[in-house]
């Protein structure tokens, strides 16, 4: 049971009153008459009021001002309507319900969200003011640093940006490391951040993974009309794990001039900013940069198989236990680095393109003959020669693998010209030979003298075994 239904079930609840000096003091309908009175017959019929019902004045004089411009009245006749409804219905306003027709789609984060799950990561909180501290960085460089490392995705919800440092950094990262870039506008300063991109003429395929929308405030809703309201967070969230946020606007002024002061989290205090952002990407309304720009649209179609939800399912959605119902969606930058799909074609019948695609691959199996694989015979495989020891009549290890043979301990050379340094068959001479005597010197001698003739000694000397134990390892 929820919150609400409990306290409706307390004794104390009932007809229960909260006064001014309460903290949970929230709606008053004495206000909401002031505030029709302001709407209808202005300034001086609202102070006038307010003195005859003897009420507390509770709006400066600014917000008079604000409150009196931001109103608008609601639209009495749908576009639609004419489709919908026969010519009898046209003289008679119909109370029916049309939920199909009065919910609105979301717009959807075409461009891809990142996943990060339960852990985002170690959680860190540095507040950074302007003007800047000891060795500390001013707001406007950490804020570039932050969009010059991002990695998955850039968000940024600001009621004005106009900084053309700032957006020349979130430029680059859109259209040179393919960023996906969402901004969120206040209705108030998207004519100055169009007025900003007309100054720095962008081509149409540096904004190709870029979205701007708007939104408004929460708003007042008043019987003739509605006061809208304005949007006034100002952060910046950049790879799902990491957000900016404070009192600075994305202005020239406010990050050269003014005194602001800005706090950076990261981890897990993230996970409140990722879902308001999308909260607030779900009501917004789009800015065509393309179409205010008069430059040519090059963006992906939209992407096979997606479905429009409605918003109130869309809020719905964010919540992580819907996790399994929405599925995986589609890794940052993905629909430009892999190409462009093409919309989901339907033909007369109703027919989806997988629905096509299913019964085509089931015609194929059926009308198209299918290749079996060969079976090969083992026993006409080629033979593989091994190399067998003359001594022993074995084959070698050294055959039956690739691995190069052991490298010799000793280091040897190819013998040199001389004649005089046959002390080893086989070509081969050792580098570090013993140190001879004279006695051993008139032995070796004597011995080359018995080989130069063609006889040999049966007593080999001492010397003469070493060395020949020597050739025999390598």
């Not at 440092?165 to 680059?172: G, K, Q």
């Not at 940069?289 to 809020?315: C, F, H, I, Q």
Request: aromatic share 10%; hydrophobic share 30%.
């Amino acid at each position: 049971m929820a919150d609400s239904q409990c306290m409706c079930l307390r004794d104390d609840h009932v007809n229960e009153k909260f006064t001014e000096n309460m903290p949970e003091f929230y709606y008053s309908e004495n206000q909401r008459k002031c505030l029709e009175v302001l709407i209808k017959n202005g300034v001086q019929s609202y102070r006038q009021y307010i003195k005859e019902e003897k009420l507390t004045d509770f709006l400066s004089t600014k917000e008079l001002t604000d409150l009196k411009s931001d109103f608008k009245k609601y639209e009495t006749e749908s576009p639609k309507k004419s489709k919908l409804l026969s010519t009898k219905q046209d003289k008679e306003e119909s109370l029916q319900y049309w939920p199909a027709l009065s919910d609105t789609e979301i717009p959807p984060l075409d461009l891809g969200w990142p996943e990060n799950g339960f852990y985002r990561g170690p959680s860190q909180v540095l507040v950074y003011t302007h003007p800047p501290k000891e060795n500390a960085p001013t707001i406007k460089a950490f804020i570039r640093n932050l969009i010059q490392s991002a990695k998955k995705v850039i968000a940024i919800v600001m009621d004005h940006f106009t900084d053309r440092e700032v957006y020349r950094d979130v430029l680059d990262a859109a259209d040179k490391r393919r960023v996906p870039v969402y901004i969120i506008l206040g209705e108030e300063g998207v004519k100055y951040f169009l007025e900003m991109c007309a100054l720095m003429e962008p081509s149409g395929f540096m904004l190709r993974n870029l979205r701007v929308r708007y939104v408004t405030g929460s708003g007042f809703y008043l019987p003739s009309g509605k006061v809208r309201g304005s949007i006034s967070h100002k952060y910046l969230m950049v790879d799902g794990d990491k957000v900016a946020f404070g009192s600075f606007r994305l202005t020239w002024s406010s990050l050269r001039i003014d005194r602001n002061i800005m706090t950076f989290l990261s981890g897990q205090y993230t996970e409140p900013f990722d879902i308001e952002f999308r909260e607030l990407y779900a009501i917004s309304e789009e800015v065509n940069l393309y179409k205010e720009l008069s430059l040519a649209d090059v963006r992906p179609s939209p992407m096979v198989g997606a479905r429009a939800r409605s918003s109130t399912v869309a809020r719905k959605l964010i919540n992580p236990k819907y996790s399994l119902v929405v599925g995986r969606s589609p890794a940052p930058g993905e629909m430009l680095r892999f190409g462009t799909p093409s919309p989901p074609s339907s033909s007369d019948k109703g027919e989806s393109e997988g629905d096509k695609r299913l019964e085509k691959y089931l015609e194929d199996l059926i009308n198209i003959e299918q290749e079996v694989p060969e079976n090969v015979d083992l026993g006409n495989l080629p033979k593989v020669a091994f190399r067998t020891n003359k001594e022993t009549g074995k084959v070698t290890e050294e055959s039956r693998t690739n691995k190069s043979p052991k490298k010799s301990r000793f280091t040897l050379y190819k013998r040199q010209s001389s004649t005089q340094e046959k002390e080893a068959e086989e070509s081969f001479v050792i580098i570090n030979k013993p140190t001879q005597d004279s006695s051993q010197k008139n032995n070796f001698s004597s011995h080359q003298d018995l080989r130069a003739s063609g006889s040999t000694s049966l007593v080999s000397t001492k010397s003469e075994k070493i060395k020949q134990n020597k050739c025999a390892l390598y």
